[in-house]
């Protein structure tokens, strides 16, 4: 059989452009190396108890936002969503000092500017120019030509130099960018449009799963086998084959047999890193040398330290928002990635999920995310999970009680509160989703270099495209719009996207 397109891996991005073009009539077949779907929204399971990894929340999911309208597409807006206090949605501490963020562009500035009332002006700029950036969201999808130009000038600018300039308190300048562990503030490369595109959209709304994020993985795959597709675990690609120009098809080894077959296709699309995927072209006429020296010099935003907590039961309250809590001697937020760098653990994002037990009032499972640096990991390269050194464990505890300590200057009473806790480091990352290095959030995009670190779906094989984090923006929105970006290229893109209009 050949399908008309064959998807490599069942991140979020692969799924839905296999549901994408499915729902236009296609033959689809996606293949995933794990056991479970979903990528970094895949969870796990210890003792019963299920813990996420790559998923905590979103933005933009209240009626006729933008995540919302495209979840809806999807069927993804049956899921059990959870919205986060609209008064506080995250909780930026900072030393002794807290602030919360409230939701609504329009509520968002108001409370700042009761913090501080000397600034209002700016925080009201500041509020605006987030609410037009996040407007123009699907102007790349909707229109071309005007669209490119004004998502090309906000990826060219400097979102650090954007701040230094619009915003003249410093402390204000980290409360703005406290919530933004959920991307890297790098201040010599970051796009202010990444930057702004991300909190314009979490401060519109903010949501939880009552539930782990794999529900959306599985919602997906459901629909997608209802739609006539295949969805294949436990397989892993190891070639992409050419022939005559073009991708034929893919030698895919299964993982429980150990057998390989060819699955063959008209389209294929690589939910892989880009990285990983020219790895997998052994021998092309297409791709040339320089296009791969170019994929393998990109650098990778950072992983992350994440610790998986079950709770003692009616010990600590549920708290409808999430904190992110920085070390009182660090002077900007936008160090973090640097001192991550230096193996230092200075700010942290405390998530909890939605209690499911008969006593809502607390919380039942908490998870640490403290970024962290490849190099502190490097010398267990190699190694697999069941198997890495002592050390590798022991520096795990010694990570995991940093964290949880700076969590409980944050949440008091966590540290007596933790019945067990599971550890992970950018080598579990790696392991399970292939992201280079354990990336969190995959290639740097850099406003300095777009040229060489933004890339399209279009790859030198011309029915090979890429989709998922690596391009455009990561994240769940992200994600989501590159889908359909990723999907144009086969689909006619008008009535593709005419449900966004
Ligand atoms: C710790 C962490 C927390 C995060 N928190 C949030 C959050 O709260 N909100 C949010 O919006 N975003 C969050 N993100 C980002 C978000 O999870 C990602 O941007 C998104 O899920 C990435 O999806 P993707 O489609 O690019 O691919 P991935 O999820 O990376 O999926 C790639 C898939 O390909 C498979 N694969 C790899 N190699 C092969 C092979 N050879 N053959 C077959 N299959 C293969 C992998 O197993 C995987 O399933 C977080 C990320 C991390 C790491």
């Known amino acids: 059989m050949i399908y008309d397109a064959v998807i490599l891996g069942s991140g979020l991005g692969g799924l839905q452009c296999a ?222 084959v050419e022939k005559d120009g073009r991708a034929e098809h893919l030698t895919v080894k299964d993982k429980k047999s150990g057998e390989c077959r060819k699955i063959f296709g008209r389209h294929f699309i690589s939910n892989l890193s880009p990285e990983l995927t020219l790895s997998l072209v052994k021998e092309s006429k297409c791709i040339r040398p320089v296009f791969r020296r170019r994929i393998l010099n990109l650098n990778q935003t950072y992983g992350f330290f994440t610790v998986n907590i079950k709770l003692k039961e009616g010990k600590i309250p549920y708290f409808n928002r999430n904190f992110y809590c920085y070390s009182p001697d660090l002077d900007s937020v936008w160090d973090i990635a640097e001192q991550a760098d230096m193996g230092k653990i200075k700010g942290i994002l405390i998530s909890q999920q939605v209690p499911s037990g008969p006593d809502c009032r607390y919380a039942t499972h908490l998870d640490i995310l403290a970024p962290m640096s490849y190099s502190e990991v490097r010398e267990w390269e190699g190694t697999t999970p069941g198997t890495r050194p002592a050390e590798y464990r022991e520096f795990k505890a010694r990570k995991a009680e940093e964290c949880i300590q700076m969590a409980n200057n944050c949440i008091s009473g966590l540290k007596d509160a933790v019945e067990t806790c599971y550890t992970s480091t950018p080598l579990t990352y790696q392991y399970y989703t292939g992201a280079i290095r354990g990336t969190a959030y995959g290639i740097r995009k850099d406003c300095n270099n777009l040229l060489q670190t933004l890339l399209a779906p279009r790859t030198p094989i011309p029915n090979l495209l890429l989709t998922g984090q690596n391009l455009n923006l990561h994240g769940v929105l992200g994600v989501s719009i590159t889908s359909l970006m990723t999907c144009s290229e086969i689909l006619e893109k008008r009535a593709l996207v005419s449900f966004l209009e």
Not at 21 to 34: H, Q
Not at 107 to 131: E, H, M, N, R, W
Not at 136 to 144: G, M, N, S
Not at 182 to 197: G, I, M, N, R, V
């Open 19 to 240: 549901y994408i073009l499915a729902k236009n009539g296609m033959s689809v077949c996606v293949l995933e190396k794990n056991a479970n779907s979903g990528g970094c929204l895949a969870s796990f399971k210890r003792k019963n108890e299920e813990f996420d990894t790559g998923f905590h929340y979103v933005g933009a999911l209240g009626k006729g936002q933008i995540l919302e309208r495209i979840f809806s597409y999807f069927g993804l807006m049956e899921l059990p969503w959870h919205q986060l206090d609209c008064n506080g949605f995250d909780e930026i501490v900072i030393g002794d000092k807290s602030f919360r963020l409230s939701c609504g562009y329009d509520g968002f500035a108001q409370t700042l500017s009761d913090v501080f009332p000397s600034q209002s002006k700016q925080i009201s700029a500041y509020s605006s120019f987030l609410k037009d950036v996040g407007s123009k969201i699907t102007d790349p999808l909707l229109k071309p030509g005007d669209g490119f130009f004004t998502v090309n000038r906000l990826l060219s600018q400097n979102a650090w130099e954007y701040l230094q300039t619009n915003i003249s308190d410093p402390l204000l300048r980290n409360i703005l960018s406290g919530n933004s562990l959920k991307l890297e503030l790098k201040k010599e490369s970051l796009p202010l449009y990444t930057f702004a595109q991300i909190n314009s959209s979490y401060i519109q709304s903010a949501w939880r799963l009552k539930g782990s994020g794999s529900m959306i993985a599985d919602s997906l795959v459901g629909s997608i086998r209802a739609m006539g597709g295949d969805v294949f675990m436990s397989s892993e690609v190891t070639e992409i």
